[in-house]
């Protein structure tokens, strides 16, 4: 069974472009969370999606935002790029919105020049 | 709101050498403690879980225990490998049910 898929695996993108990220949760699963590990640091909460609604956002400014399929795969986009945007952002999925386990995928190195 | 706070890093050891990565936790419940895994290049992966008090969760030699009377969820190892070199989160879910995590201990274990 495949695990959480993200795409691309490197993003380079300069300051002010948008960048789009993608994530396939694991077959069966609802639910999507968007996390950002900048360097040094630990895991910041992005947002959740479950069953094509947003659930719960972080402390991040609406230039980044992301969306749901109705086969719940998710996008997250992030507009004006700005340097502190380069980050690993991470996709995890989990079987539903009430399922406390989460299983990551290895994410999306973004770099902003 | 509900927080983990755990030992800062890095922690270097030598290789047999015995592992203890501390955890606290606050909660005005007693949610599920989880520790996950982190190796480089890699997304986090879980290393194990206790759901009440007193449970222990163990795998792959790692061991945590949930302490309600000390608030912790301490993982320990009794003799560690180069390959358990990694950065380790301790994590509970927050009143909407997401995992927050701490802020990651790095390990790293020499020959």
């Known amino acids: 069974e495949a695990g959480v898929t993200q795409s691309p695996t490197h993003l380079i993108k300069t300051r002010g472009q948008q960048a789009t990220l993608r994530c396939s949760p694991i077959?069966?699963?609802?639910?999507v969370y968007w996390y950002q590990q900048a360097l040094g640091l630990g895991l910041q909460f992005l947002l959740w999606?479950?069953?094509?609604?947003?659930?719960n956002r972080g402390n991040f400014p609406p230039r980044f935002s992301g969306r749901q399929f109705p086969n719940y795969s998710s996008e997250l986009n992030v507009n004006a790029l700005e340097l502190e945007d380069s980050a690993l952002y991470l996709c995890?999925?989990?079987?539903?919105?009430?399922?406390?386990?989460?299983?990551f995928g290895s994410g999306t190195q973004l770099s902003v020049l | 709101g509900d927080s983990v706070t755990q030992m800062e890093g890095p922690v270097t050891l030598s290789e047999e050498a015995f592992l203890t990565i501390n955890c606290t936790y606050t909660?005005?419940?007693?949610?599920?403690l989880f520790w996950y895994v982190q190796y480089p290049g890699e997304g986090l992966q879980l290393l194990l879980k206790?759901?009440?008090?007193?449970d222990k969760g163990s795998n792959k030699g790692f061991e945590a225990t949930y302490r309600k009377e000390t608030t912790s969820f301490h993982l320990e190892k009794g003799s560690v490998q180069v390959s358990d070199s990694a950065v380790y989160f301790c994590?509970?879910?927050?009143?909407?049910?997401?995992?927050?995590f701490g802020a990651g201990t790095q390990v790293v274990v020499t020959p």
């Open positions: 995890a999925s989990s079987l539903s919105a009430t399922n406390e386990k989460l299983f």
């Open positions: 077959s069966g699963h609802t639910s």
């Open positions: 999606y479950d069953e094509g609604e947003e659930r």
């Open positions: 909660a005005t419940g007693y949610p599920s």
């Open positions: 206790a759901t009440k008090a007193d």
């Open positions: 994590a509970l879910p927050d009143s909407w049910g997401k995992l927050q």
